[in-house]
T-cell receptor, first 119, second 119 residues
């Protein structure tokens, strides 16, 4: 079974600074995806960034980037130039890539990191 | 972008009554939808995988008779909490995987969630 671990329950960062959220996972699969989702106070789940395991290049989306270390099974999220709107719960998630089209695409979440951006 | 509509946003009911929550994919077809449960300040726990035209697949520990799932069409899945009790009070979130998921880079799209309070 796959597990996702986020060891930082809460983080705080000054506006405009950079913060890194940690995530480790455990799997025996070779084909999978990793995600970071943001859940603001509205509780709407918002996809922040996505990484395919077969790609060595780290994914980036504007101010958000990841450090994907496949051998170490580590997938950290770096937020640059933090903004007040970044205040939210951040979840790391794992999805095994099924081999067949009719297999289930289950998304397994970590416990989350609450990020507070201070003005 | 793909939109998933979830209704109602919140519901209050008396103990012993049943509550139905709808999850609709508005601009895409979804053979597969997922139902999650989230307690305050905790992560999302997968309850079941909803499959159009077949029975739902429940995660270990989730009562099938308590949480009835019906995937009536390619755009609609419903979760019915039967004979609800206060311990069923929670935030329920659905997500959908577009059938053309390869075109959407295999992303899940989330509904806005339903807060259920059982008195």
């Amino acid at each position: 079974a796959q597990t996702v671990t986020q060891s930082q329950p809460e983080m705080s960062v000054q506006e405009a600074e950079t913060v890194t959220l940690s995530c480790t996972y455990d799997t025996s699969e070779s084909n999978y995806y990793l995600f970071w989702y943001k859940q603001p106070p509205s509780r709407q789940m918002i996809l922040v960034i996505r990484q395919e395991a077969y790609k060595q290049q780290n994914a980036t989306e504007n101010r958000f980037s990841v450090n994907f270390q496949k051998a170490a099974k580590s997938f950290s999220l770096k937020i640059s130039d933090s903004q007040l709107g970044d205040t939210a719960m951040y979840f790391c998630a794992f999805m095994k890539r099924p081999l067949r089209m009719d297999s289930s695409y289950k998304l397994i979440f970590g416990s989350g990191t609450r990020l507070l951006v201070r003005p | 972008g793909a939109v998933v509509s979830q209704h109602p946003s919140w519901v209050i009911c008396k103990s012993g009554t049943s509550v139905k929550i709808e999850c609709r994919s508005l601009d895409f077809q979804a053979t597969t939808m997922f139902w999650y449960r989230q307690f305050p300040k905790q992560s999302l726990m997968l309850m079941a995988t909803s499959n159009e035209g077949s029975k739902a697949t429940y995660e270990q520990g989730v009562e099938k008779d308590k949480f009835l799932i019906n995937h009536a069409s390619l755009t609609l899945s419903t979760l019915t909490v039967t004979s609800a009790h206060p311990e069923d009070s929670s935030f329920y979130i659905c997500s959908a995987l577009p059938d053309r998921h390869l075109a959407t880079n295999e992303k899940l799209f989330f509904g806005s969630g339903t807060q259920l309070s059982v008195l």
